[in-house]
């Protein structure tokens, strides 16, 4: 006898459909009036795919997962509509209109005045269908990992195409409170249909069918940065990588700038400690010098009023620094690591810097300065607006390891 599909199990698995906004602050950093802004968007629609997981293994599961493998999602910028004062995205139910591709001259006419009638704003759509899930919160789980992906995808291209750092600096975040949910109960295929005999002797055939529809409409995006980049930042990288992204977007927002430069120092420290074999340093002093060093250091301390476990701890000490004592110091170090990553000079709008011994030794002096809490604000802005064009080098290179 063949295991009924619900036999197995007792849960009952839903189809969900969420539509979600993800917004940044568009605004300067530092204003408290909104006089400038700087918004920016994906130069097409975004869509991927990834699998649905369920907890349980049974024949019930299995077919569901047979029925919706994947669970789809869908990235859009949203408009704004001079005329109706309404948002809408390339998804939605007022969408911009399409061009007519067959006569240039038009198309570029309607564009032009599509630009004017429709505003793009701060904000982006995340549809994300066929999710399969036992509870909303379940499904939420799920969600919640896929958004912040996304979110630090869109942050950091917003970052790195953005000319204004210095008074820009946007972090997307989902608006959870705004988010849209249906959700279907999932009929398994073996369950829409039975036949048996009835009363009368005749056979009868019992089919239930879902019926649903879609409307998509295409829209042409004005260019804005590539949506392959973000769809290339979606995919898993290595863990250089992601931590120093995380690091890089925990920087954006309206994160106070402190806050912020220790976050982007953070990248330049973990740079200096993993990839210190592109320093290309030589230490100061060899085995026998640390030994003959070491030695005296001893026998200068055994004159002092420490005691033995003290005069130990402080050898120890001095034979480490002895030992990590290079040629160069931390400065040059770090340029050299920059160097060896390709990145010797940033060009990015109107910040323009050589990466050299003298740049990296201010940043290092004001990291100090910070941890000891004294006041260097005034600076911060400049530095951390260096740091935000240096630390993209950095994610570029890693990207590409």
């Not at 869509?47 to 997962?65: A, F, H, P, S």
């Not at 008074?167 to 039975?194: A, C, D, N």
């Not at 109107?350 to 002096?365: A, L, P, S, T």
């Amino acid at each position: 006898m063949s295991e009924s599909p619900n036999s197995a199990s007792t849960t009952v698995y839903y189809l969900y459909s969420f539509s979600i906004p993800l917004r940044y602050n568009s605004f300067t950093i530092s204003s408290i009036e909104k006089d400038n802004e700087f918004v920016s968007g994906l130069d097409n629609d975004l869509l991927w795919t990834n699998r649905n997981i369920v907890k349980d293994d049974g024949v019930y599961e299995q077919e569901i997962l047979k029925q919706y493998p994947q669970f789809i999602c869908r990235l859009t910028n949203v408009y704004h509509s001079d005329s109706g004062g309404s948002t809408s995205s390339s998804v939605g139910s007022t969408a911009l209109p399409e061009a007519d591709a067959t006569a240039e001259s038009q198309e570029k006419e309607d564009d032009a005045d599509n630009y004017q009638a429709y505003e793009l704003v701060n904000e982006y759509q995340l549809k994300v269908e066929n999710l399969v899930a036992a509870k909303e919160s379940n499904a939420l789980d799920i969600l919640q990992t896929e958004i912040t992906v996304v979110c630090n995808a869109l942050s950091l291209a917003l970052a790195k195409y953005n000319c204004n750092k210095q008074l820009f600096q946007p972090r997307v975040e989902p608006v959870w409170e705004s988010r849209t949910v249906e959700k279907k109960k999932i009929v398994p295929e073996s369950q829409k249909s039975r036949s048996y005999i009835d009363g009368n002797g005749n056979i009868v055939y019992e089919i239930r069918a879902d019926i649903a529809c879609s409307v998509s409409c295409f829209t042409k995006i004005y260019g804005k940065f590539p949506s392959e980049e973000i769809s290339a930042m979606l995919k898993p990288h290595n863990p250089h990588y992601q931590y120093v992204m995380q690091e890089y977007c925990a920087a954006l927002g309206t994160e106070g700038i402190r806050s912020k430069y220790f976050h982007l120092f953070c990248i330049i420290e973990f740079i200096e400690r993993e990839y210190v074999g592109l320093a290309g340093a030589e230490r100061l002093l060899n085995d026998e010098q640390v030994k003959t060093l070491d030695k005296a250091f001893k026998e200068i301390l055994k004159s002092t009023e420490l005691d033995k476990t003290d005069q130990a701890h402080v050898a120890s000490g001095l034979k480490g620094c002895m030992m990590k004592m290079t040629t160069d110091g931390r400065a040059q170090k770090l340029v050299n690591i920059l160097h060896a990553m390709g990145i010797d000079r940033i060009e990015d709008g109107g910040i323009k810097f050589d990466v050299n011994k003298e740049r990296m030794n201010r940043h290092i002096n004001t990291r100090n300065t910070l941890f000891h809490g004294n006041d260097t604000d005034k600076e911060l802005h400049e530095l951390v607006t260096e740091l935000m064009c240096l630390d993209i080098k950095v994610l570029e290179y890693l990207e590409n390891c």
